[in-house]
Nanobody
Framework: QVHLVESGGGLVQPGGSLRLSCARS????????MGWFRQAPGKQRELVAT???????NYADSVMGRFTISRDNAKNTVYLQMNSLKPEDTAVYYC?????????WGQGTQVTVSS
């Protein structure tokens, strides 16, 4: 079983930065794809960024150039660096682990961008 725990969310002013962390534990397969998704109130969950085992990244158009996904295998942690935050980035952010039919989600961390 794989467990994911997100942290790093909070309240930030427009233009500010936050770094989210996703700590992984359990029976981790290193070639799994990791991702960050978000869900705003009244909206569907949407992809923010993904990172494959080979290092290939994919970003939503809305965050391209502002957000960066990365990982530290030694710490079993995946990060989402978020810069130039906008009010429309406000959402609960979820970490995701995907390998074959295994699809694991964290509990989410709230990010609020407001002045």
């Amino acid at each position: 079983q794989v467990h994911l725990v997100e942290s790093g969310g909070g309240l930030v002013q427009p233009g500010g930065s936050l770094r989210l962390s996703c700590a992984r534990s359990g029976s981790i397969v290193l070639i799994a794809t990791m991702g960050w998704f978000r869900q705003a109130p009244g909206k569907q969950r949407e992809l923010v960024a993904t990172l494959t085992w080979s290092g290939r990244t994919n970003y939503a158009d809305s965050v391209m150039g502002r957000f960066t996904i990365s990982r530290d295998n030694a710490k079993n942690t995946v990060y989402l660096q978020m810069n130039s935050l906008k009010p429309e980035d406000t959402a609960v952010y979820y970490c995701n682990y995907r390998f074959g039919s295994v699809d694991i989600w964290g509990q989410g961390t709230q990010v609020t961008v407001s002045s």
